[in-house]
């Protein structure tokens, strides 16, 4: 149907209608503009949750924990969805709601252009009909005047007492009046004629043609509307498979919890490695008192153990022994107050107990190797840009790349010497673990606790700087024929080693002939313990534990200050 014929006369309801389609379109633009910062805010929210419980960690803080890992898996998804309601949302802002704001600019002004043309038609046909209405009220006021003339030339024509001049006067009159009644009816006839004309183009093409166009545009302004429809359910169902995939990662997530390898992790993070405390040896204290000769039959320790029981022990023993007795339960007890505040943090870790130091020690090896692989790449780029530079001057001055080459060259012996340094100690604490467990062993064979001291990751000492003592110590000393053979002979030398306070690289071998000279082959790595005095040698260590001193010009010594890794180069 159109609306051309069918509503020819509702020029003003279609105007009124086209206005309410606009403002429909226009609301309906509105709710799409609404609802899409619904989904920005809502991903906005979701993103400030996702950063509040997922705060930034260093590497240490990593989580490890089954639980934790599938939680941060879970704000992961939960952030990946945040994105996708932001893509619901730019989706709608483009497609939808910026659509729907350029077509209604559009509709207005077609709107505006075809009402504009209706009310100039309907303004030409008002034209028209006003002037035949004016020609038509000529020609009936000319007709009563004409009238009135014929009826004043009968009377007076009639009156014998006329004379003659008014008879012929009413005569003109009338001729004048009856002229003029003619001319208003062909005036008349053709403003009708014309009218008529007008009218039938009025109603049979202008308007059927401008509300043919209006019928277009609100045809046209109800598919718009419907496909902005599909638009906007189309904005969501595209990121409905992103979505089930983030709900599916949530859900694979919550199945790797594993509560058997959290509970695995807790154990490797806490084991300390130190061994249950056993039994307390019996302290007879009145051994020093006469005896008669019936106080065996007393005592029901065997003979040998009484013996051993009796026999006189150094004071120092003594005090090691009840010291290490009051001190070891603070493993089950309180702690002594210095055993978290005032243990600094060593470079070798030896204030944690040994599972844990070795555990920090092998990250510590793990992250020197791979910077000692950095700084060997870096070389070898150094060293071909160089040889490329010799075989091709123009390119660069090869001589420029020597500082560098000598600086990453000093650099990796560092790394060298630092990881040959945590090695030792990781193999230190391995093999104390290794000694430990076997004496614990021969320790549950005799039931009873051996007399030595262990060593400094799990012992419990009184002295706290022997707590603490640098982890570079003399090689242990062979057992005496007369100690026990489950003490721990290699913590009870009597002469403590001197600290390493360097090492050194050495640059050419050294034979050391002489007496008090230390033998050393090129490159070799030494710990220096003693510092050049000014007569040109430095004394030093091997790894194996043999002393003496090497020339100093014939090394390259690196000093560690403090034990903090702070290095005074004299390369």
Avoid at 155 to 172: P, Q
Avoid at 382 to 398: A, R
Wanted: glycine content about 4%; overall charge negative.
């Amino acid at each position: 149907m159109s609306w051309g014929t069918e509503l020819w006369d509702q020029f003003e309801n279609l105007d009124k209608h086209t206005q309410w389609g606009i403002d429909f379109l226009e609301r309906y633009a509105k709710f799409v503009k609404e609802r899409l910062e619904i989904e920005q805010n809502y991903a906005k929210q979701l993103r400030n949750l996702v950063k509040k419980y997922c705060p930034k960690r260093s590497k240490d803080e990593e989580p490890r924990f089954t639980s934790c890992l599938s939680f941060y898996s879970i704000l992961g998804e939960l952030n990946d969805y945040a994105g996708q309601r932001e893509v619901v949302a730019e989706e709608m802002s483009h497609r939808v709601y910026n659509e729907l704001m350029r077509y209604s600019q559009e509709l207005k002004a077609e709107r505006k252009h075809h009402l504009q043309e209706g009310r100039k038609a309907q303004q030409f046909l008002d034209q028209c009909w006003k002037q035949m209405d004016n020609s038509k009220k000529k020609f009936e006021r000319e007709c009563r005047e004409a009238e009135k003339a014929q009826m004043t030339y009968d009377r007076l024509d009639n009156d014998i007492n006329a004379t003659k001049s008014e008879v012929e006067k009413a005569k003109a009159q009338l001729y004048m009046r009856t002229h003029m009644a003619d001319e208003s009816k062909n005036e008349y006839a053709a403003q009708l004629q014309n009218f008529n004309g007008e009218q039938w183009k009025h109603f049979n093409n202008s308007i059927p043609h401008i509300f043919k166009n209006l019928q277009d545009m609100d045809e046209r302004r109800t598919v718009k509307l419907g496909e902005t429809y599909r638009s906007f359910a189309e904005a969501e169902r595209r990121v409905i498979p992103i979505i089930s995939k983030c709900l599916d990662g949530m859900v694979s997530a919550a199945k790797a919890v594993d509560d058997r390898r959290d509970s695995t992790i807790v154990v490797e993070s806490f084991k300390s490695g130190f061994d249950p405390p056993g039994d307390f040896p019996f302290e007879d204290f009145s051994q020093n008192l006469s005896r008669t000769g019936s106080d065996g039959t007393i005592s029901n320790t065997p003979k040998g153990e009484r013996e051993r029981d009796l026999a006189p022990v150094p004071r120092s023993e003594a005090k090691h022994t009840i010291g290490r007795s009051k001190n070891k339960l603070w493993l089950f007890g309180k702690k002594p107050k210095w055993s978290v505040k005032m243990v600094p943090s060593l470079e070798d870790f030896s204030h944690l107990p040994p599972e844990q130091r070795r555990k920090r020690l092998q990250q510590k090896i793990d992250e020197l190797n791979r910077e000692l692989q950095k700084e060997t790449d870096q070389r070898d780029a150094l060293n071909k840009m160089k040889d490329v530079y010799e075989k091709n001057p123009q390119m660069g001055d090869p001589n420029s790349l020597q500082p560098k080459i000598s600086e990453t060259n000093c650099n990796i012996q560092k790394l060298r010497s630092e990881i040959h340094k945590n090695e030792t100690w990781l193999s230190e604490v391995e093999g104390k673990q290794s000694s430990r467990g076997d004496r614990r062993h021969s320790a549950d064979n005799h039931h009873h606790t051996p007399h030595g001291r262990e060593s400094p990751e799990g012992s419990y000492t009184d002295d706290t700087s022997q707590e603490h003592h640098t982890p570079h110590r003399r090689p242990a000393q062979p057992a005496q024929p007369n100690h026990d053979p489950h003490e721990f002979d290699d913590e009870f030398d009597d002469d403590d080693p001197l600290p390493v306070i360097g090492h050194c690289k050495a640059l050419y071998s050294f034979d050391g002939q002489n007496e008090g000279t230390l033998t050393m082959a090129e490159d070799e790595i030494l710990y220096i313990i003693e510092e050049d005095k000014g007569d040109g040698w430095t004394r030093a260590r091997k790894q194996s534990g043999e002393e003496g001193y090497v020339p100093t010009s014939y090394v390259e010594i690196t000093i560690e200050k403090n034990s903090k890794g702070t290095r005074l180069s004299l390369c």
